[in-house]
Each structure stands twice: as structure tokens, then as C-alpha cells.
């Protein structure tokens, strides 16, 4: 059974910074791509960044140089380190894996349920 787990959302003031993590667990092999959206009250969700296996990253133009996303593959953790919050940058932020259980095999989608983040002005 596959797991995403987020954590380190809380409260924090405008210009702070947070860091959170997604950790996955089960029978994984591969990690081919790593997500984390958000998504706040009555807007869409919105890719917030992404990794691949290889380490390649993007961001939305929004979070570009103020987040950045890094993985250890060793421990099949994702963190996503965000400094100078602003207050639009509250929302739930959501962990998503597109993933391998076998080898060579086919890929599958996984979500978590995500962490709160909230950003006071």
C-alpha cells in the first residue's frame, strides 16, 4: 500500500519561511515525478512545483525564486522549502506522485491529503 505524507504547514507571517515534506512509503521503486500543488478556497489547484527522478525542477512563475523543491531519493522524501510567504500563498498544499511498484513497469498516480498553510499579512 502507497503513502504520501505531508508535513510542516502551520501559521506563519508574511516574509517567513516554511518547509515542508512529503514522504512516501510502500512498495515503491521508482519515484519518477514529484508535484506539490495547492489549492485555496474556491480556486483551482495549481501546480506549485515539480521534480523528476533526475532532478530536474519547475515552479510556477508566482513561487520562482522564493520556493524550492529538492528530493532524497534515498529516503523517498520531496521537501518544498518556501521563503518570503505571502499572504496569497495560503492554501492546502498537496503532495502528488507519479510512481513505479515494478521495475520497468507501469506507472501510478498518487495524491496525499495534504497540509495547511496559511500566511498572515
Known amino acids: 500500500q502507497v503513502q504520501l505524507v505531508e508535513s510542516g504547514g502551520g501559521l506563519v507571517q508574511s516574509g517567513g519561511s516554511l518547509r515542508l515534506s512529503c514522504a512516501a512509503s510502500?512498495?515503491?521503486?521508482?519515484?519518477?515525478?514529484i508535484h506539490w500543488y495547492r489549492q485555496a478556497p474556491g480556486k483551482q489547484r495549481e501546480l506549485v512545483a515539480q521534480v523528476t527522478i533526475g532532478g530536474s525542477t519547475i515552479y510556477t512563475n508566482s513561487v520562482k525564486g522564493r520556493f524550492t523543491i529538492s528530493r532524497d531519493n534515498n529516503k523517498n522524501t520531496v521537501d518544498l522549502q518556501m521563503n518570503s510567504l505571502k499572504p496569497e500563498d495560503t492554501a492546502t498544499y498537496l503532495c502528488?506522485?507519479?510512481?513505479?511498484?515494478?521495475?520497468?513497469?507501469?506507472?501510478?498516480?498518487?495524491w496525499g491529503r495534504g497540509t495547511q498553510v496559511t500566511v498572515s499579512s
Open positions: 502528488h506522485a507519479i510512481l513505479r511498484t515494478v521495475a520497468g513497469g507501469p506507472t501510478y498516480s498518487y
Open positions: 510502500g512498495n515503491i521503486v521508482s519515484l519518477d515525478v
